[in-house]
T-cell receptor, first 108, second 113 residues
Framework: AQRVTQPEKLLSVFKGAPVELKCNYS??????LFWYVQYSRQRLQLLLR??SRESIKGFTADLNKGETSFHLKKPFAQEEDSAMYYC??????????FGTGTSLTVIP | EAQVTQNPRYLITVTGKKLTVTCSQN?????MSWYRQDPGLGLRQIYY???????DKGDVPEGYKVSRKEKRNFPLILESPSPNQTSLYFC????????????FGPGTRLTVT
C-alpha cells in the first residue's frame, strides 16, 4: 500500500519565489515524518523532521493530520535549493517508506 | 570521519552469478538498512536491521539476503541476480536515539545482464 505520495515529479520555480513540495501520507497512528534531500553528486541527507519543528536552510514543514500532509515550504527559493527531495514516513522499528521524490529546479 | 561506506560502487554482472555488496558504518549505530532506488519508484526499503543478529524484511525483500554478524557491517547478498535487480542501492544507518535520522552511503550501481 502506498504510504507516502509526492504528486509532483518535477517542480520548477524562479529564484526568490515561494516553493512548496507536496507530501501526503496514509498511516494509522502517530506518524513520524521526514524530508530528505539529495543534492547533485552528494549523498542523501536529512533535511528536517516533523518532531523537531525546526527550520533548516529556510525550509519548514508542518504536519497536518487532518489532511494527512507534510508539505515542505520555503518563502524564497535559492539556486542552491535545486535538488531531489524525498518525503519519508517511519513505521515501527526501523521500517521506512519513502515517496517517489520531487526534483526541484530553481531558475536563476 | 563518521560515514557509511559501500563497496563496490559500480558492478556489472550476469544473471545468476552470486554477489555481495558490503556496507560498513563507523558510528556505532544500531540500525542499518538497505534500499533500492529506481526511476519513478523512489527509494524502497529491502531489509533492515535493528541490531546484531536482528534483521527484518522491508518492502521489497524478494531475491535478497542480509546478515548482521557485527554491528558495523550489513552486507547485501544477491544469491542469483536477475535483470530486474538492476538498480541503485543505498545502505543507511541510524542510532536508536537519533530521532530517525539516517546516514546514507554513496550508493552502488548494479547492472545485471
Amino acid at each position: 500500500a502506498q504510504r507516502v505520495t509526492q504528486p509532483e515529479k518535477l517542480l520548477s520555480v524562479f529564484k526568490g519565489a515561494p516553493v512548496e513540495l507536496k507530501c501526503n501520507y496514509s498511516y494509522s497512528g502517530s506518524p513520524e515524518l521526514f524530508w530528505y534531500v539529495q543534492y547533485s553528486r552528494q549523498r542523501l541527507q536529512l533535511l528536517l523532521r516533523h518532531i523537531s519543528r525546526e527550520s533548516i536552510k529556510g525550509f519548514t514543514a508542518d504536519l497536518n493530520k487532518g489532511e494527512t500532509s507534510f508539505h515542505l515550504k520555503k518563502p524564497f527559493a535559492q539556486e542552491e535549493d535545486s535538488a531531489m527531495y524525498y518525503c519519508a514516513l517511519k513505521h515501527t522499528g526501523n521500517q521506512f517508506y519513502f515517496g517517489t521524490g520531487t526534483s526541484l529546479t530553481v531558475i536563476p | 570521519e563518521a560515514q557509511v561506506t559501500q563497496n563496490p560502487r559500480y558492478l556489472i554482472t550476469v544473471t545468476g552469478k552470486k554477489l555481495t555488496v558490503t556496507c560498513s558504518q563507523n558510528m556505532n549505530h544500531e540500525y542499518m538498512s538497505w534500499y533500492r532506488q529506481d526511476p519513478g519508484l523512489g527509494l524502497r526499503q529491502i531489509y533492515y536491521s535493528m541490531n546484531v543478529e536482528v534483521t527484518d524484511k522491508g518492502d521489497v525483500p524478494e531475491g535478497y539476503k542480509v546478515s548482521r554478524k557485527e554491528k558495523r557491517n550489513f552486507p547485501l547478498i544477491l544469491e542469483s541476480p536477475s535483470p530486474n535487480q538492476t538498480s541503485l542501492y543505498f545502505c543507511a544507518s541510524s542510532a536508536t536515539l537519533g530521532l530517525g535520522e539516517q546516514y546514507f552511503g554513496p550508493g552502488t550501481r548494479l547492472t545485471v545482464t
